[in-house]
């Protein structure tokens, strides 16, 4: 069974500076998609972005980038200039064909002003 | 621009209570699904659901819940006699179809049921 795994129950960062969130999952897929989830506070769940499996280059999305590593299976989530906005729970999640998206138990992010 | 409508936003209900939660997917969506969130957790997947039909429900607890998404209207899950327990997030999420992974699912603003 496809797992996610956070190992990182919370994060700290100074404000602009950079902070990278790990995620590791385990699969025997080979096609599959990768995804960063942000719940602010008002508990909404955002889409921050997302990843294919057979692209090797990296996603991008203005101040979130990744750092996939296909053979390690790890999924990091690199985001830069922290800004006081980017408090939330961020989660990453694993879908392949199947519809069902695993989710990990999240990572609290705190910005120091 | 309507996104994924989820309705109530808050909802309490005493032990032995029905709660019902609606669901409106996004516009050109016919799939909807269903996760619920314990505190301190990441979401679990309960039900997958198109029009009319049940595609998977796996991860639903076999009494008390139950889901639809009729022909018409917004899809419903129910739970019926509700214990403490099921005090939780529940997030609907809908996508234009299945078979491609690559499509996100997008989220409601998920309805926060609080058991007395």
């Known amino acids: 069974a496809q797992t996610v795994t956070q190992s990182q129950p919370e994060m700290s960062v100074q404000e602009a500076e950079t902070v990278t969130l790990s995620c590791t999952y385990d699969t025997s897929e080979s096609d599959y998609y990768l995804f960063w989830y942000k719940q602010p506070p008002s508990r909404q769940m955002i889409l921050v972005i997302r990843?294919?499996?057979?692209k090797q280059q990296n996603a991008t999305e203005n101040r979130f980038s990744v750092n996939f590593q296909k053979a390690a299976k790890s999924f990091s989530l690199k985001i830069s200039d922290s800004q006081l906005g980017d408090a939330a729970m961020y989660f990453c999640a694993y879908k392949d064909s199947n519809y069902q998206l695993i989710w990990g138990a999240g990572t609290k992010l705190i910005i120091k002003p | 621009n309507a996104g994924v409508m989820q309705n109530p936003r808050h909802l309490v209900r005493r032990r032995g209570q029905e709660a019902r939660l609606r669901c409106s997917p996004m516009?050109?969506?016919?799939?909807v699904y269903w996760y619920r969130q314990l505190p301190e957790e990441g979401l679990k997947f309960m039900v997958y659901l198109q029009k009319e039909n049940i595609i998977d429900e796996s991860g639903m607890p076999k009494e008390r819940f139950s889901a639809e998404f009729p022909k018409e209207g917004p899809s419903i899950l129910r739970i019926q006699q509700v214990v403490r327990g099921d005090s939780a997030a529940y997030f609907c999420?809908?996508?234009?179809?299945?078979?491609?992974?690559?499509?996100?699912?997008?989220f409601g603003d998920g309805t926060r049921l609080s058991i007395l």
């Open positions: 990843q294919e499996a057979y």
């Open positions: 516009k050109g969506h016919s799939h």
């Open positions: 999420a809908s996508s234009p179809r299945t078979g491609r992974a690559n499509q996100p699912q997008h």
